[in-house]
């Protein structure tokens, strides 16, 4: 229910403008909560972790912050990346339907996925990065907000132990999966 919440009571996506609190890790902490688009992806990260099981259920929520720590190196070098808010926006649609429809992949190929969507992520924030925050603080606080947003994923996939618990992660999926559709086609802005 918390990652509901959290969608809800979110404004419209604007974790990708340079507006707001400008500082280190408090910053950092902030800009991942400020994104519908973000939380979206990151908490699908999570459900399906725990749709998986354990050891995707841990291991993917750790792929997600490091392979993005690796594109916001790139972003904050400056070195181009493709197609990163649509990517961002496949992201919300690809995850939650993976959990929508119960997939279950090998486990590598569900921490390639994890890992693409997770570098066009932490390139966006890594190009949009403060001019006046200290690189390093923020990422540091960027990747505990990402970490806390698995585990609300998580703890609300916990419940496909019940059948009835299926049906609401799967139709959580459904309702990311509409969102990330709707930044896809500019019905949000990102």
């Known amino acids: 229910m918390l990652p509901l919440l959290l969608i809800a009571l979110t404004a419209t996506a604007s974790a990708h403008s340079e507006s707001g609190t ?4 408090t910053s950092g902490f902030a800009h991942p909560l400020s994104g ?3 939380i979206v992806a990151m908490v699908a990260v999570g459900l399906w972790g725990a749709y998986l099981g354990a050891p ?4 993917l929520p750790v792929v997600f912050p490091v ?3 690796f594109g916001g190196a790139l972003g904050v070098l400056g070195v181009p990346v493709p197609a ?7 992201s919300g649609i690809i995850l939650g339907l993976a959990v929508a429809f119960a997939a279950k992949p090998p486990l590598w190929i569900a921490a390639v ?3 693409f969507f997770a570098i066009f992520h932490g390139h966006a924030h890594g190009t949009e990065l403060p001019k006046s925050a200290n690189a390093m603080t923020y990422a540091v606080g960027f990747v505990v907000a990402t970490g806390l947003l698995h585990l609300c ?6 419940l496909v132990r019940w059948p009835w618990g299926r049906v609401l992660v799967r139709t959580c999926g ?3 999966a509409v969102i990330g559709t709707g930044f896809l086609f500019g019905m949000f802005k990102a």
């Open 153 to 158: 994923g998580i703890a609300f996939g916990l």
């Open 36 to 38: 519908l688009d973000h």
């Open 84 to 90: 990163v808010e649509k990517c961002i926006a496949l």
């Open 174 to 176: 459904a309702a990311i």
């Open 67 to 69: 392979v993005m720590a």
């Open 22 to 25: 400008i500082g280190g890790f």
């Open 56 to 59: 995707a259920m841990w291991l």
């Open 113 to 115: 996925i994890v890992g």
